[in-house]
Each structure stands twice: as structure tokens, then as C-alpha cells.
């Protein structure tokens, strides 16, 4: 497993990052379903202070990461305060820039939610995590209410887990196992959506809909929702 978490950093560089746009599902609650969230402010970009504050605590945590400069691409896509992960112990495919309040929380559900969820439940580790990505430069997708509106994939403080492999070869995907006929399986989905939903803002499972049949979608951006 070393070999590929070394291997990670030179996977990932060659893609430029702006050339990296990965889809993804929907990602906002409709106006029904928002009014019964908590009303946290939205946060803004990151200070330099608030950033360099997260880089210190993923650095203390243990994972190697490199910072990103600021970029403003247009039309209310930018990347502001983020990384690249670059190992976190477990290879994670797909990842680019993610806003580093995003990557600290990310790291943490991977390293402290899913992997001892996996061990525990599945008797089995996971070694690499699948994702469909994390900055985009488009709106919203899956909600008619919020089409025109910048995802938070727009800043990068959004990513979408498609799925896992474990170390006994097992493959786990949201799409074929959000509902699986393995009661453990469905244990462990179970059990990680309700970790995310502790860490991160906003999460979207394929219960909340349609657009979401293949991933959790998780951000941090102003909402405070968990489906
Ligand atoms: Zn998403």
C-alpha cells in the first residue's frame, strides 16, 4: 500500500488544474427541504490566517499536502485557501484542489470514519477511496430552484465519493451498495453517510435524489444539510 500512496503525487500532477473539471450530481437541498435547516451564516472565502491555521492542523495530523496558489478563473469560479492532498495514508483517486477547511475535514472522515468503519464492520481496510472530484467551474445540478446558482464545486469546497476498494478486493460503490442486499454493507454505508454528516456541512446521498444515485456529494459551503 506504500508503494501507491507514494505513487499518488505522480498520478496526480500531470493533470493541470484548470484543465481538471470533474461532473458531478446536484447538490442543494430544494427551499422545502432548506427551511428546515439550521441558519449557520455562509462562509466566505478563507482568510490567509484561517488557512494557514488549517495547513498547520493537517500537517500536525500527519498528511502531506501541498498549498495552491489563489486563482480567480471567471464567472464566480475561483480557488481560494486550497490544496492538494497529496497522501493521507490511503490513495484517493480524482481529488485536485480542494479549499483546505474542505480537506481537513475530508481527511478526517477518511482517516477517523470510513477506514475504522471498514475494518470494524467489513473486517477489512480500505486502500484506495474513489471520488468523482472536487473543483468544477459550474452551477448546481438536480435542483430546477438552485440551476443558476454557482455549485460549491465553483470554489472547490466540494467533493463527491463515488467509492471504495478494501484490502480483500472487495469493491464498494455508492450506486451498487447504497442499498444492499449485505446487511453489513449497508451497515457500513450507513455508518460513514452519518460520520459525514457530522464533519462536513452539507451531504447528499442517493436518498436525497435523483442526481445523486452514484455519490455522496459533501461541502462546506453555507448550508447545513444531511440526506
Ligand atoms: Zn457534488
Same mark, same amino acid.
Given at each position: 500500500?506504500?508503494?501507491?500512496?507514494?505513487?499518488?503525487?505522480?498520478?496526480?500532477?500531470?493533470?493541470?488544474?484548470?484543465?481538471?473539471?470533474?461532473?458531478?450530481?446536484? &447538490?442543494?437541498?430544494?427551499?422545502?427541504?432548506?427551511?428546515?435547516?439550521?441558519?449557520?451564516?455562509?462562509?466566505?472565502?478563507?482568510?490567509?490566517?484561517?488557512?494557514?491555521?488549517?495547513?498547520?492542523?493537517?500537517?500536525?495530523?500527519?498528511?502531506?499536502?501541498?498549498?495552491?496558489?489563489?486563482?480567480?478563473?471567471?464567472?464566480?469560479?475561483?480557488?481560494?485557501?486550497?490544496?492538494?492532498?497529496?497522501?493521507?495514508?490511503?490513495?484517493?483517486?480524482?481529488?485536485?484542489?480542494?479549499?483546505?477547511?474542505?480537506?481537513?475535514?475530508?481527511?478526517?472522515?477518511?482517516?477517523?470514519?470510513?477506514?475504522?468503519?471498514?475494518?470494524?464492520?467489513?473486517?477489512? &481496510?480500505?486502500?484506495?477511496?474513489?471520488?468523482?472530484?472536487?473543483?468544477?467551474?459550474?452551477?448546481?445540478?438536480?435542483?430546477?430552484?438552485?440551476?443558476?446558482?454557482?455549485?460549491?464545486?465553483?470554489?472547490?469546497?466540494?467533493?463527491?465519493?463515488?467509492?471504495?476498494?478494501?484490502?480483500?478486493?472487495?469493491?464498494?460503490?455508492?450506486?451498487?451498495?447504497?442499498?444492499?442486499?449485505?446487511?453489513?454493507?449497508?451497515?457500513?454505508?450507513?455508518?460513514?453517510?452519518?460520520?459525514?454528516?457530522?464533519?462536513?456541512?452539507?451531504?447528499?446521498?442517493?436518498?436525497?435524489?435523483?442526481?445523486?444515485?452514484?455519490?455522496?456529494?459533501?461541502?462546506?459551503?453555507?448550508?447545513?444539510?444531511?440526506?
Amino acid at each position: 500500500m506504500r508503494v501507491l500512496v507514494r505513487l499518488l503525487p505522480a498520478l496526480l500532477l500531470p493533470c493541470l488544474l484548470a484543465a481538471c473539471i470533474f461532473g458531478g450530481g446536484g &447538490d442543494r437541498p430544494t427551499p422545502r427541504q432548506s427551511a428546515r435547516q439550521s441558519a449557520r451564516p455562509a462562509p466566505s472565502a478563507p482568510t490567509s490566517r484561517e488557512t494557514r491555521q488549517c495547513e498547520a492542523n493537517l500537517t500536525r495530523a500527519g498528511y502531506s499536502f501541498r498549498s495552491l496558489p489563489d486563482r480567480d478563473f471567471g464567472g464566480g469560479c475561483s480557488i481560494n485557501g486550497a490544496v492538494q492532498l497529496l497522501d493521507i495514508g490511503v490513495p484517493v483517486t480524482g481529488i485536485k484542489a480542494m479549499r483546505c477547511g474542505l480537506a481537513d475535514k475530508f481527511t478526517g472522515w477518511i482517516t477517523h470514519g470510513v477506514r475504522p468503519a471498514a475494518i470494524q464492520i467489513l473486517g477489512s &481496510d480500505v486502500v484506495r477511496v474513489e471520488t468523482f472530484g472536487t473543483y468544477a467551474c459550474r452551477n448546481i445540478r438536480g435542483n430546477a430552484a438552485y440551476s443558476t446558482k454557482r455549485s460549491e464545486h465553483a470554489s472547490a469546497n466540494a467533493v463527491d465519493i463515488s467509492g471504495f476498494t478494501l484490502a480483500d478486493g472487495r469493491h464498494i460503490t455508492i450506486e451498487k451498495d447504497w442499498n444492499s442486499s449485505d446487511p453489513q454493507i449497508r451497515r457500513f454505508m450507513e455508518i460513514i453517510h452519518r460520520s459525514a454528516c457530522k464533519r462536513f456541512r452539507t451531504v447528499l446521498s442517493p436518498d436525497y435524489n435523483s442526481a445523486h444515485y452514484n455519490h455522496f456529494h459533501m461541502d462546506m459551503g453555507g448550508g447545513t444539510f444531511c440526506r
